[in-house]
């Protein structure tokens, strides 16, 4: 016998029976992919931190209504890209598409710093000053991985508009970090 480790599919069925433990594997397994968008999104440790714990809580909560397993990825970042645009409805109605100017965290690819810090904090600062829309298009897509028809279902946007939020965060983040005597060059 082959042993394979179990897959997301098998540790939902067994949490819709009861299993709080193949529920406790699942968030062992999202739930830092989770905060690091969440803290991405946000720009505030302790706001990614409940935030992470509430998503967790309503997937546990919403489960059974998880039509497709396989669909588990966009459908948990879903309910955070809900969370977090909802929390910045509540603190600025009137701009709740705008997020903090400074983000206390640096950047790192699947969770692990691979870049140097000076570089790390440069894309930080970059990434603060896309839009919101654009942000969560470039942290879902490039650092999550996820593809664009997956994050137009998150993001309630079609996939004409996720690729154009896409496209035109990567030019903003090109010119952005391009060295210095490159910028203006053709």
Known sequence: MIFRAVEDSDLIARA?????????????????RVY?????????????????????LKAYQNLRKLDDPSRFAPWLYRIAHNEAFSLFRKRRPESADELPEQADAA??????????VEL??????????LSADQR??????IYQ???FEEIAGMVGAPVS???SRLYAALELLKEDLAPIKTRGMA
Request: charged share 30%; net charge positive.
């Open 16 to 32: 819709r029976k009861g299993d709080v433990e193949s529920f406790n594997l699942l968030v062992s397994r999202w739930e830092r």
């Open 136 to 141: 969560e298009t470039v942290l879902l897509k």
């Open 120 to 129: 790390s904090l440069a894309v930080s600062r970059a990434l603060e000053r």
């Open 161 to 163: 508009t996720v690729k």
């Open 36 to 56: 690091n968008y969440l803290l991405r999104i946000l720009g505030h440790r302790e706001d990614a931190l409940d935030l992470t714990q509430d998503v967790f």
């Open 145 to 147: 991985g996820f593809k």
């Open 107 to 116: 950047v790192t690819i699947g969770g692990t710093g691979v870049f140097p």
